[in-house]
């Protein structure tokens, strides 16, 4: 059983900066091939930000939304990666997310939470104006 823990979220005024966490723990092996972050806002549905492979093989793909504002630093491995969030903007506010799945990312991974099959429990992000 793969378990993430995020945290790092909180309340920031627009155009700030965040620098979120997920600690993955657990048996990973054969379970933890690509790592998502999506976020989710209230009333809306879960949205793809990125995905990285954990062999770091392929450099990480991202949402057209937050492309050149987000990024998964290059510190990102093992057990601890990251999401930094830059120029935020009161959309951005949601629950953030990190989650596992078995497979290598593919490119649909990003419109696909259901290949995720390991969650954690979310940290929240307030954007203000």
């Known amino acids: 059983q793969v378990r993430l823990v995020e945290s790092g979220g909180g309340s920031v005024q627009a155009g700030g900066s965040l620098r979120l966490s997920c600690v993955v723990s657990g048996n990973t092996y054969g379970r933890f091939d690509c790592l998502g972050w999506f976020r989710q806002a209230p009333g809306k549905k879960r949205e793809g930000l990125a995905t990285?492979?954990?062999?770091?093989?392929?450099?990480?793909r991202y949402a057209d939304s937050v492309k050149g504002r987000f990024t998964v630093p290059k510190d990102s491995a093992g057990n601890l990666w990251w999401l930094q969030l830059k120029d935020l903007k009161p959309e951005d506010t949601a629950v953030y997310y990190c989650a596992a799945s078995p497979k290598s990312c593919y490119s649909w991974f990003l419109d696909s939470p259901d290949e995720f099959d390991a969650w954690g429990q979310g940290t929240e992000v307030t954007v203000s104006s």
């Open positions: 990285v492979d954990t062999d770091l093989s392929f450099e990480p």
